[in-house]
């Protein structure tokens, strides 16, 4: 079995940094794409940042030039460096990996719990 841990969510002041981790554990043979998405309520989940096996990055307009997507594979995590916050980045974040388990013969998408980031003076 598959678990996406996150940690490091928590309250900051605008202006603030805040870094998030997430860590894939259990039967994974191969991990392609990781990512973040973030989601209010009342609206859909969505893509802030993501981050291929090979460290190729994708960003949505709203991270670009304040986020930082990057992973570690020899320790299945992924990270999310947020800097210059933003009240309208407080959300719920999600941690997101594609990944192949042993003796399963598709890879599929995997989420995290979520964390909630609260921008706010």
């Known amino acids: 079995q598959v678990q996406l841990v996150e940690s490091g969510g928590g309250l900051v002041q605008p202006g603030g940094s805040l870094r998030l981790s997430c860590a894939a554990s259990?039967?994974?043979?191969?991990?392609?794409?990781m990512g973040w998405y973030r989601q209010t309520p009342g609206s859909q989940r969505e893509l802030v940042a993501a981050i291929s096996s090979g460290g190729s990055t994708n960003y949505a307009d709203r991270a670009n030039g304040r986020f930082t997507v990057s992973r570690d594979n020899a320790k299945n995590t992924v990270y999310l460096q947020m800097n210059s916050l933003k009240p309208e980045d407080t959300a719920v974040y999600y941690c997101?990996?594609?990944?192949?388990?042993?003796?399963?013969?598709?890879?599929?998408?995997?989420w995290g719990q979520g964390t909630q980031v609260t921008v706010s003076s």
């Open positions: 997101n990996a594609n990944l192949k388990e042993y003796f399963i013969s598709r890879a599929r998408d995997y």
């Open positions: 259990g039967s994974i043979f191969s991990i392609n794409a």
